[in-house]
């Protein structure tokens, strides 16, 4: 119930809507939170078709403290991404890339070892990020590089010390994006992006198994339960970039996603269980930028719908 | 103060994003200015290794730094022919929509928005709407709603005077 509160809190204008499950329902466009992209006029989810081969320039530079090597960082961080049990990731490690630059070169490099002038040049007021390429024509993602920036601090200890960033847990939420996932909307998830006073952590939740497993899925997975539906408004009309949340009993949020211009939703992979469905405007919740802007790419004459309340039925 | 400048010396950590107050902003921020975009193009760096995208917005009134009619913003990301290179996170802009950014200055003629997309407000009638702010779904792990710091939708004119009574 204080979820809803929560709800009821964040949501800005009196327009009312209700959230329906409908049993039988077209397949959505929109799945958990991956990347999209336009091939041909269709919307197709950006992913790896080959198993994914990953190199690191284990360079240790000054802003990266810690006993525990960079390397077993990096390794402990794609680890995290292999153990998921419902998805079929396949990782390979390359050879070590010593003195390789980010760039389109066919070698998804995992790197610190920047100078501040490089850094510089890509124009990103950021600690870390992950440059993803992907075929137009296809959707396949070609190529990943995830890169941290000198300028900023990071740990390789297990309990990360002030001021600075545990270096795997980083990466782990930066593999999320090499293997085709976006932010999500749910706080506790490794792919959620912002960090307001408290560390990472190097464990993935819920949200994040699934998501990885919609893109990758084990017949096990496959196997697993959907919830789909559709978010109307009190006149009927399909809501456009609502965020619905699956709530387990426990009342934490388990999994996300975004409704398609018709407002229809589709979350798959859950266990067998009781859930609560929540649907959330973009507006204050969620950035923008990371959903409402690449939403209108792929749908430009559609309007996202961030100004409602939601109350059950 | 110590902390203040301690938190203006870190980056925002970005896929990873801190959250940048507006006070942040506006102190890391060499350039602040309300304009309109002009143009978005993209094309591939001297080696062909990556592609970036450059924004050219039309001043319309400068709010922070030397007054300027144009600004040009270049990031990383963006298409070229069949190829797509996007980061997370990184602000889109769209020919024609009016803006209020906040700058750091990249080199002699590129800025860059400060905090990735928390550093864009998009200017609709006379809001600016913000791009990243909090969640209110629980933290599992600490059981804290993160709040947002400033609301996701502002009057222009009241954001505006809230960051001249900063730089003040």
Do not use: C
Request: glycine residues 8%; proline residues 6%.
């Amino acid at each position: 119930m204080k979820l809803w509160n929560w709800n009821l809190r964040t949501s800005i204008s009196i327009g009312m809507m209700v959230v329906s499950i409908a049993s039988v329902v077209a397949t959505p466009l929109l799945g958990y939170v991956p990347r999209r992209t336009v091939v041909s006029g269709q919307v197709v989810i950006a992913k790896w078709v080959q198993p994914m081969t990953w190199r690191m320039n284990p360079t240790r530079t000054p802003n990266i403290t810690g006993t525990p090597s960079v390397e077993s960082a990096f390794r402990g961080a794609f680890q995290t991404w292999s153990a998921v049990s419902t998805a079929t990731i396949a990782f390979a490690e390359g050879p070590i890339a010593v003195g390789t630059k980010p760039g389109l070169d066919h070698i998804n490099l995992i790197t610190a070892d920047l100078t501040a002038a490089e850094w510089a040049a890509y124009g990103v007021d950021a600690i870390s990020f992950t440059n993803v390429t992907t075929s137009v024509t296809t959707g396949e993602i070609l190529e990943a590089d995830m890169m941290f920036n000198p300028a900023a601090g990071f740990s390789t200890e297990a309990t990360t010390p002030p001021n600075v960033s545990d270096l795997q847990a980083v990466a782990t939420h930066e593999i999320g994006h090499m293997l085709g996932l976006d932010h999500t909307p749910l706080a506790s998830a490794i792919m959620f992006p912002l960090v307001v006073g408290r560390s990472f952590s190097r464990t993935l939740t819920s949200d994040d198994m699934i998501g990885v497993s919609t893109l990758y899925p084990t017949a096990a997975f496959t196997a697993r339960g959907s919830i789909e539906g559709t978010v109307r408004s009190m006149s009927n009309v399909g809501v456009f970039g609502a965020i619905v949340v699956v709530v387990g009993q426990n009342g934490q949020p388990f999994a996300t996603t975004v409704t398609d211009p018709d407002g229809r939703y589709s979350i798959t992979g859950l266990p067998a269980g009781t859930y609560t469905l929540l649907a959330e405007p973009m507006d204050g919740p969620f950035a923008e930028n990371d959903l409402v802007a690449p939403l209108l790419t792929l749908y430009p004459s559609k309007t996202v719908n961030t100004n409602f309340t939601t109350r059950f039925r | 103060m110590a902390l203040v400048a301690a938190l203006l010396a870190t980056p925002a950590v970005a896929t990873t994003v801190a959250k940048l107050s507006l006070e942040q902003l506006v102190q890391r921020a060499d350039l602040i200015v309300q304009g309109q975009v002009q143009s978005v193009y993209s094309q591939w760096d001297d080696e062909r290794r990556l592609v970036f995208t450059y924004i050219s917005i039309h001043v319309d009134e400068p709010l922070k730094g030397e007054p300027r009619q144009t600004v040009l913003i270049r990031q990383i990301g963006g298409r070229v022919g069949a190829i797509q290179m996007s980061v997370a996170g990184v602000p889109q802009f769209n020919r024609g929509e009016r803006a209020l950014v906040f700058l750091k200055r990249q080199d002699a003629t590129t800025f860059q928005v400060v905090g990735m997309n928390q550093g864009l407000y998009e200017i609709v009638e006379d809001s600016a709407v913000a791009n990243v702010f909090g969640m209110d779904l629980i933290d599992k792990k600490t059981g804290e709603i993160t709040k947002p710091l400033v609301p996701a939708r502002a009057p222009l004119e009241q954001l505006k005077n809230k960051i001249r009574e900063l730089l003040r």
